[in-house]
């Protein structure tokens, strides 16, 4: 025993020892943060972020320098605050706020304390910097907007929140993230890679040498430039047009789904989401529940389609082989069906109509007797419907149709589950949906579905999907995504009849007093009801203005639809605004003088306020 | 020359030595690199230096392989003696160096002479009890053997010096393999033990507590002549000596003490103030990973977080930079030398051979111990060398003077018969 007791203890003492190294260095990982922390001081280096150019190579986004006031809570020292507020033209309460907050956020790392300092703020703050321990300036850029007609397109950029530095370790607190947009949407793209720099510190907090002799460190990477398929000219005249009125504008080229000007209206001006105001200004616009500028109508917005989903549907019943072009369907001021003697109302016009006459002068009666024939094609009217759904989403409608925006809402095509959920006896017939022959009741889609529907008739059968990005860095994108035909299930010779129809309407029906000299441009007229709640009563306010139209009628070269909500009917405001967009952009210059004055005269917000005086008002005047 | 006996030698003992030397010159480099720094044996920079004293070293081995392995044992009263001499004359020409008194200096050489008392302890001790009329179950021997250990520990305490002090602790060892009842070994342990409780609880706990345990081996014990008054006796004991402890910590230490305490025994976590060193010890050997960050890659030692890291805290540099492998492996190797003096002094046909040995090994291990426990966040911070590792020429020439006597001593382990 006395020989092997002080074996036994330093045995116990290196297995004790091995136990403790072993928690230290390999069991409990903190220790490895807590060194990199304490010894190596990461330095970013931002790149500038890639411009925006139209397709015509017109610079639409540059960018601005921009300086935040960072600070490192633990480095800081006690300094003179209210010289320091004073400088920065802040407030003590929310210096400290904001500290607090950065101490919360981390100790060691860097935070904002006062974001984008002006020009002459910076200048002064940098001679005094010195004396202020822990904190220093960022330099960034901000987004400087060549235009103010395509907020929507473009988006913004803002600080990055706690949620994405979580997922994406990429971001750090402070930096700038694309948070709409084209900004969004190509982030990745456009931010490029910011540099970094390992900085070995000392125990006194000083910068002793490049940590691994700068060996792990990086360059910048300039963000990419992109070209956009937008028309800056086209967008802007669009966005006139549509001053004082609320709706849409989507404009595409069928041969490429090229987009070449997405307009709503309201919008705002883009400079407010830049700078130190951004905040300030955003929660304003998100707030503004009336006139919603930050709502982007042409994605977003879901509309009854109205009539020229009629073309649509003519082309369904060619397809299926229900109808011939020649077939004449009577029309008595409406259509009745039914053994209740329900009616479906439609307009005055000669009758019996074919399928050109029918399109051009939109009888809603000729297109309740080839709905009920293409979904009387089958029995039940299950089968019938859900085939006729089949061909609806051929052209993209019903769902999201992918294009390189944020992803927008799908619209709606009601299947029959839909229906047998709503007539849970299963005994629904033709009938019962019959408003969707004339675009009305479940069907509900968005401007941009109804575009990329127009360019797919002009296309005669195919579309690509409608996208925003022309070029990276200059060279065309190859996207199969964007770049692959779509074939809809309707084969190319159906589409001639119902074209010669869509030209009727110009020269013949509904919207004869919109031709533009020189281009033949097939259209459809739109007149779609629509209701809202006021104090919780189901109140019908004036008809939306809706139009669809591509020109010209061979190679086309621009397919748009309009929606502009309560213009009374389609060629009132939507039908004047298509035409005056097709001239802008194929003639580049407008010889209809007295139509755009009219456009650009008309104002709807009287209309828009109806609802919101409380009074009794008149609807379709 | 003598006749020395090299084939006697053991080479095992001599290359791990070696290994230990030149394995902490290589973690001195790391940790006292500067910019300034021109070549490896740039005498301006520590780890220029501990080359010049590693070489210088190896003249000492020399001298020491040379010597008649009898001057040793003949001449242990005078060296011991001149040891004592030169730590009080400290009291007079000691240079005092953060605070104490322990360095003469000549020139620009500084010689800390309580590093070669422990040798010179150690020979005093092992002629004591090697001497045909000592025996260590007297009474009287025991406290002369103490004494031998208490002038030295005493001087150096008064430099003062808390650390190479409690070096001589580790000569309990010594003494309990030498025949001293394993009582005091006993009562050393629970001193220790009742030590550290109370700093953690407090004195009335610890008192309850034994109370209890007194309590619970008077029932379950079957024999029980004598065995109240003796479970009264050491219960009173853990009682005066709790209280004692209590008094000691808050009245005659001085906060620096209370502090060192407080946070190895977790009652205190002050990462940037009094616990700095060893948290900051503890981030470089944690940061190090399986397999270290690297030579002279080390955040932690480059950036000099870690205080005096190339002297007392050189261990952290090799956690740091040479990971859990590289820490184990100086493990390892302390294990080895240490285990190999005990079994070198095991072979001994004569006692001082033997006791001189086991000495060496309870020196050693007193080091490792509190160095490493130290450096790792388990024993209070104490400030004592670890051997062979860590800056400095006095401590270096002190262990190997140790070992070497002791290898000397082992290789004519055969011819020594007097």
């Known amino acids: ?621 | 020359m003598a006749k020395s006996n090299l084939g006697n030698i053991d080479w095992i003992s001599i290359l791990v030595y070696f290994l230990l030397v030149i394995f902490g010159w290589i973690n001195i480099y790391s940790a006292s690199l500067s910019d300034a720094a021109t070549s490896y044996f740039d005498l301006n920079q520590p780890y220029g230096k501990q080359a010049l004293w590693i070489g210088l070293s190896m003249i000492f081995i020399i001298i020491i392989l040379a010597t008649e392995s009898k001057f040793f044992e003949r001449f242990s009263s005078i060296i011991y003696m001149v040891s004592l001499v030169s730590l009080l004359g400290l009291f007079i020409f000691g240079k005092t160096i953060s605070g104490a008194t322990s360095w003469y200096v000549f020139g620009g050489i500084s010689i800390q002479p309580s590093e070669f008392a422990k040798a010179a302890t150690a020979l005093a001790l092992a002629k004591y009890i090697s001497d045909l009329q000592t025996n260590m179950k007297h009474f009287k021997h025991q406290a002369k053997a103490l004494l031998i250990l208490a002038l030295p520990a005493l001087l150096i305490m008064g430099q003062p010096d808390a650390g190479s002090a409690l070096v001589y602790a580790a000569f309990i060892f010594t003494m309990y393999r030498e025949g001293i009842a394993g009582l005091y070994l006993f009562l050393g342990f629970l001193a220790i033990s009742v030590f550290v409780l109370t700093l953690l609880f407090n004195a009335t706990t610890v008192i309850i507590c034994s109370s209890i345990i007194a309590i619970c081996i008077y029932f379950l014990t079957k024999k029980k002549k004598n065995l109240i008054s003796k479970l009264v006796i050491y219960t009173i004991g853990i009682s005066l000596f709790s209280f004692s402890v209590n008094y000691v910590f808050n009245h005659v230490f001085k906060q620096h003490h209370r502090d060192r305490f407080n946070i190895v025994l977790g009652k205190e976590v002050d990462a940037k103030g009094i616990g700095y060193n060893t948290d900051q010890s503890e981030i470089a050997i944690g940061s190090g990973g399986w397999f270290g960050k690297g030579w002279t890659e080390g955040t932690q030692t480059k950036g000099g977080f870690v205080p005096e890291q190339h002297t007392d805290y050189i261990f952290s540099t090799v956690g740091e930079e040479w990971g859990f492998v590289g820490s184990v492996f100086v493990i390892i190797l302390f294990s080895i030398l240490i285990i190999r003096a005990l079994f070198i002094a095991e072979r001994q046909k004569s006692q001082f051979n033997r006791v001189y040995c086991y000495s060496v090994a309870s020196i050693l291990f007193i080091h490792f111990f509190v160095n490493i426990g130290m450096v790792i966040g388990i024993v209070p911070t104490v400030g004592i060398p670890l051997p062979f590792f860590s800056y400095g020429g006095s401590g270096l020439w002190g262990f190997t003077m140790l070992v070497f006597i002791m290898v000397k001593l082992d290789s004519d382990r055969m011819t020594s018969n007097f």
Request: hydrophobic share 35%; glycine share 8%.
């Open chain 1, 1 to 621: 025993m006395r020989k092997l007791l002080l074996l036994i203890i330093i045995i116990v003492t290196a297995i004790g020892f091995t136990a403790r190294l072993f928690y230290l260095q390999i069991y409990d990982t903190s220790y490895e943060n807590l060194s990199r922390n304490n010894a190596v001081k990461i330095l970013y280096d931002y790149p500038q972020r890639g411009y925006l150019f139209d397709r015509n190579n017109k610079l639409l986004v540059a960018n601005q320098p921009s300086y935040d006031v960072m600070a490192i809570p633990r480095e800081i020292k006690a300094f003179d605050t209210l010289e320091f507020c004073k400088i920065l033209n802040t407030k003590k309460e929310k210096l400290v706020k904001q500290l607090n907050k950065a101490r919360n956020y981390s100790r060691q790392l860097p935070s904002v304390i006062v974001p984008q300092l002006t020009k002459s703020e910076y200048a002064y703050l940098q001679e005094k910097m010195w004396k202020y321990e822990g904190f220093y300036i960022q330099k960034r850029s901000l987004r400087d907007y060549k235009t103010k007609a395509a907020a929507n397109v473009l988006g913004f950029i803002g600080e990055v929140n706690n949620r994405i530095i979580k997922k994406q370790p990429y971001y750090r607190s402070g930096d700038l993230i694309g948070k709409q947009g084209i900004e969004s949407a190509y982030e990745k793209e456009l931010r490029g890679i910011k540099g970094v720099k390992y900085i070995q510190k000392d125990r006194l907090n000083r910068e002793i040498a490049p940590y691994k002799a700068g060996k792990l460190d990086t360059l910048p990477v300039r963000g990419k430039d992109l070209h956009l398929t937008i028309d800056i000219e086209l967008q802007e005249y669009g966005k006139k047009l549509m001053q004082n009125k609320r709706g849409g504008i989507v404009a595409i080229e069928p041969s490429s789904g090229e987009i070449l000007a997405l307009i709503t209206a309201p919008s705002y001006d883009p400079d407010l989401l830049v700078g130190r105001k951004r905040s300030t200004n955003y929660t304003r616009m998100y707030y503004d529940t009336i006139s919603k500028p930050l709502y982007d109508r042409g994605l977003l917005a879901e509309y009854p389609p109205g009539s020229p989903f009629k073309t649509i549907n003519a082309l369904i019943a060619l397809e299926e082989g229900v109808i011939a072009p020649e077939d004449r369907f009577s029309c008595y001021h409406g259509y009745k069906y039914g053994s209740r003697g329900r009616k479906m109302g439609c307009h005055a016009h000669p009758s019996p109509v074919n399928l050109t006459k029918g399109i051009a002068v939109s009888c809603n009666s000729y297109f309740a007797q080839v709905y009920r024939k293409i979904i009387e094609k089958y029995e039940p009217p299950q089968k019938g419907l859900d085939n006729w759904r089949k061909h609806l989403e051929s052209f993209g409608f019903g769902n999201f149709l992918g294009y390189d925006l944020p992803p927008g809402r799908p619209g709606r095509i009601p299947s029959a589950a839909y229906y047998d959920k709503v007539y849970p006896a299963k005994n629904w017939r033709a009938t019962t949906t019959l408003s969707n022959a004339i675009g009305q009741g479940e069907v509900v889609s968005t401007p941009i579905q109804l575009a990329n529907m127009t360019a797919a008739i002009a296309n005669r059968g195919f579309y690509y999907t409608p996208h925003m990005l022309k070029k990276i860095n200059n060279t065309k994108i190859t996207e199969p995504k964007f770049t692959t035909k779509k074939h809809t299930t309707i084969s190319p010779i159906h589409f001639e009849k119902v074209i010669e129809g869509m030209e009727q309407v110009f020269t013949k029906g509904t919207a004869s007093f919109l031709q533009v000299p020189g281009i033949s441009i097939c259209g459809k007229t739109g007149t779609a009801e629509n209701f809202t709640k006021i104090d919780g009563k189901r109140t019908q306010l004036t008809d939306h203005s809706i139009f669809i139209a591509f020109a010209p009628k061979n190679n086309p070269q621009i397919a748009l639809a309009v929606f502009v909500e309560n213009g009374y009917w389609g060629a009132r405001y939507a039908g004047r605004i298509s035409s005056l967009m097709i001239e802008k952009y194929i003639k580049k210059e407008i010889t209809l003088k007295r139509m755009e004055e009219w456009v650009l005269n008309h104002s709807l917000e009287e209309e828009y306020a109806k609802p919101y005086s409380g009074e009794p008002f008149k609807i379709n005047q």
